[in-house]
């Protein structure tokens, strides 16, 4: 009877190796963030969302599409209210140097997609007239994340990035977000 107990419970024992190594981490993450975005050419700052859908190819290495949109708005010593609108998507390639159960550290960068509604006012009036321009543009950017898993599933990181655009346009973001791993 000893024999066979010991025999189940080592069994048991050189399972248990096995079996962690069977259970993979998630692949894909799905992320909302939300920071303040400073955009250059108005030399003016504003509110910045994105979401994001990352998937790991390898372990350094994976691909990312995130849509962002941008409100800013702006006035100056003369009266002049400036106001934009933006909405941006990306695909980026990431490298991950630091990729653990714990944590991930990331950088990389891709092209960009760029709508963007500029409104601005006369300058005079009480209830100034706006005048609005719009424009598409392409870029790239460059962003670095670091992201904490919480119980597997549950992703809290931080993310800065640059996106530079033909028209010469350049946003510089960082914010927090929050997510899933699945």
Do not use: C
Request: glycine share 10%.
């Amino acid at each position: 009877m000893k024999a066979i107990l010991i025999t189940i419970s080592a069994l048991f024992l050189l399972a248990l190796p096995a079996q962690a190594q069977s259970k993979k981490n998630p692949k894909s993450t799905l992320k909302l963030g939300m920071g303040t975005a400073q955009l250059a050419t108005g030399d003016y700052s504003g509110k910045h969302r994105f979401v994001e859908y990352d998937r790991s190819l390898f372990r350094f290495l994976s691909i990312g599409a995130s849509g962002a949109w941008t409100n800013a708005s702006q006035s100056d010593a003369f009266g002049l209210l400036q106001r934009t609108k933006a909405y941006q998507g990306d695909l980026n390639l990431y490298l991950a140097p630091i990729h653990n159960n714990i944590n991930r550290f990331r950088i990389g960068g891709g092209g960009s997609l760029r709508y963007r509604e500029f409104e601005f006012s006369d300058g005079e009036s009480v209830n100034p007239l706006f005048t609005t321009e719009t424009a598409n543009t392409r870029g790239f950017n460059i962003v670095a994340d670091y992201e904490v898993y919480l119980f597997k599933h549950i992703v809290l990181g931080a993310r800065t990035s640059y996106h530079k655009y033909e028209n010469q346009d350049r946003i510089f973001f960082f914010g927090l977000n929050g997510g899933i791993r699945f």
